[in-house]
């Protein structure tokens, strides 16, 4: 129901040719354009949560011990505004290193994340990328617009 194996990225190609199930069934039946229709709508918006299910995934997995959101790596307010005063001060080296140019061995800003959660990271990036660039689905009368789907994510 969900595309193979349900990651998101497989349910975006089968969004591409959801809207074109309805044209698939007969004419000469009523009632199976009715219910392709009615099963193709009920298709795209599952296919539209388990989207916006990976995408909270892969946020929980930034977000998780470890990741963005972990407790050693917190700061308080003035720990913060310590820091950043610091790094300003500091000429921002040249090369690619995710740390150094930080005061108490803390990594630049912009350089938080652990190594492990670049991939996770990368996934994100490219699968928000596919779904800005995407047009709304219209499935019969049903348009799907992904922006409204977005502000459950970011609530």
């Known amino acids: 129901m969900f595309g193979p194996e349900g990651r998101p990225q497989h349910c975006c ?5 959801a809207s074109s199930f ?32 990976g995408l909270e995934g892969l946020i929980n997995i930034l977000d998780s011990e470890g990741g963005f959101g972990a407790l050693e790596a917190q700061l308080l307010p003035e720990q913060a505004a310590f820091y950043l005063n610091d790094t300003s001060r500091v000429s921002i080296p040249t090369s690619k290193s995710t740390k150094g140019g930080g ?18 990271m990368q996934r994100l990036t490219n699968l928000f990328s ?13 348009v799907f617009f992904y922006s409204r789907f977005f502000k459950f994510i970011m609530v």
């Open 130 to 142: 596919v779904l800005k660039d995407k047009e709304p689905i219209c499935v019969l009368n049903h």
């Open 13 to 17: 190609a089968w969004l591409g040719v």
């Open 103 to 120: 005061a108490v061995g803390f990594p630049l800003p912009g350089h938080e994340s652990y190594p492990e959660n670049n991939t996770a």
């Open 22 to 53: 309805p044209e698939c069934a007969s004419p000469i039946v009523p009632e199976e354009v009715t219910k392709i229709g009615r099963d193709a709508v009920l298709y795209v918006e599952s296919l539209i949560k388990s989207i916006i299910g």
